[in-house]
């Protein structure tokens, strides 16, 4: 006969929120930025928070990074609650002046496992260097930041995102500030290297489009404050069906609960 055995525990959430609110303090009293948000992602997806201007998608990344406190509910990841920023966890941001500008970018690159993780030198700059092949910055390993374009200062930020094996890399918008080619290479370079390393991603953007060809899953948030409104799955979606018909049919869907219903409501309270 065979022996019982327990069963496995399912793992926890690579993170997850629970109930999420945010308040800002403001000189006109508490401004509610999120209200009862919840969110969770398990190892290799990744999320992607979509909502028009001011509905609180940088605010969430920001609590979830550890930068700020909830006002009520809560953030796991790997099952541990979120109270302060961690190695766990790693932020790339919009802004191109994100690489410490007296560095290289090998320097740059290395510098979280120096700082962070007393990773010896010779295994960080390799580690670094590795990274930095990951990317296809490898012919700009020894310059300084100043020398490259937004898109390499974008792919040097993942490679220092990257390096680190935080189990969340947490993007704000990395790619809104580059020309529309340079965006689609980087987003193809992202997807990539997302098969090829399997990380869990937070990524946080207001096009819909990045929102459906990046995320593995969709949460789309309404107008400030930021409620959740509906999620999509949106795994079977990359670019070699951008632009197809079913793609198109899930942005019209998005866009529609995005904007179209939201403008009448709005325009029924004016
Ligand atoms: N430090 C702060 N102090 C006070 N209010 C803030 C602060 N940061 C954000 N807010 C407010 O919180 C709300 C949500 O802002 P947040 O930046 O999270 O939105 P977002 O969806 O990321 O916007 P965008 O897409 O424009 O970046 C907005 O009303 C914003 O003005």
Request: negative net charge.
């Amino acid at each position: 006969m065979l022996a019982r055995t327990e069963p496995f525990p399912e793992p926890p959430p690579a993170f997850e929120a629970r109930s999420l609110t945010l308040d800002y303090t403001t000189a006109k009293g508490p401004l509610r930025a999120v209200d009862d948000v919840s969110f969770s992602a398990y190892e290799g997806e990744r999320l992607v928070l979509l909502g028009r201007s001011g509905c609180g998608k940088s605010s969430i990344l920001k609590a979830v990074a550890g930068f700020i406190t909830p006002t009520s509910g809560e953030i796991n990841v790997k099952g541990r609650r979120v109270t302060g920023a961690g190695p766990d966890r790693i932020v790339v941001f919009q802004e191109f002046d994100q690489l410490l500008p007296w560095k290289t970018v090998r320097e740059n690159v290395a510098f979280p496992l120096r700082v962070a993780a007393d990773v010896p030198r010779a295994e960080a700059r390799e580690r670094a260097e590795e990274a930095l092949r990951k990317v296809g910055l490898e012919r700009a390993i020894d310059v300084y930041p100043h020398t490259l374009s937004g898109g390499m200062k974008q792919r040097a930020a993942i490679a220092r995102a990257l390096v680190t094996n935080a189990d969340v890399l947490l993007m704000d918008e990395p790619f809104a500030a580059l020309d529309a080619l340079t965006r689609r290479r980087l987003q193809a370079d992202l997807l990539k290297l997302a098969e090829d390393e399997g990380f869990t991603l937070l990524f946080v953007t207001h096009s819909i489009e990045e929102a459906i060809l990046i995320g593995t899953r969709l949460h789309l948030l309404s107008a400030h404050p930021g409620r959740t409104i509906a999620t999509f799955d949106t795994a079977e979606f990359d670019l070699g069906n951008s632009g197809g018909a079913r793609f198109d049919g899930v942005v019209k869907e998005v866009n529609g609960l995005l904007f179209e219903e939201h403008d009448e409501e709005e325009l029924a309270h004016v």
